[in-house]
Nanobody, 125 residues
Framework: QVGLAESGGGLVQAGDSLRLSCAAS????????MGWFRQALGKERELAAL????????YYADSVKGRFTISRDNAKNTVYLQMGSLKPEDTAVYYC??????????????????WGQGTQVTVSS
């Protein structure tokens, strides 16, 4: 288990950019696959992006590919989600999560044992 805390959410306009951060506690951060999930009101939580422990390998859902970039700084125990060209349909609570295994596009919520409290992102049209 690792403690996670997201920050950086807010209200933006369509087309704007926003960067989310997720700070992790503990000394083994680089061992974890980190993911950003999002959950819109009334919908299931869905995977947006993943990054391997080294930061070399990433995965993006089709809905965010080309607009979002996931990155990590293992020295700072932090993972980021840079979001660009935001759309109203990107409105959701965004969660960071940690997993001990890489499953890429097969990743599901149950693969992640540690979760942050979430940060709201609202994109107005």
């Amino acid at each position: 288990q690792v403690g996670l805390a997201e920050s950086g959410g807010g209200l933006v306009q369509a087309g704007d950019s926003l960067r989310l951060s997720c700070a992790a506690s503990g000394r083994t951060f680089s061992r974890y696959v980190m993911g950003w999930f999002r959950q819109a009101l009334g919908k299931e939580r869905e995977l947006a992006a993943l990054i391997s422990g080294s930061g070399i390998t990433t995965y993006y859902a089709d809905s965010v590919k080309g607009r979002f970039t996931i990155s990590r700084d293992n020295a700072k125990n932090t993972v980021y989600l840079q979001m660009g060209s935001l759309k109203p349909e990107d409105t959701a609570v965004y969660y960071c999560a940690a997993s001990t295994a890489w499953r890429g596009s097969y990743s599901t919520v149950t693969d992640f044992g540690s979760w942050g409290q979430g940060t709201q992102v609202t994109v107005s049209s």
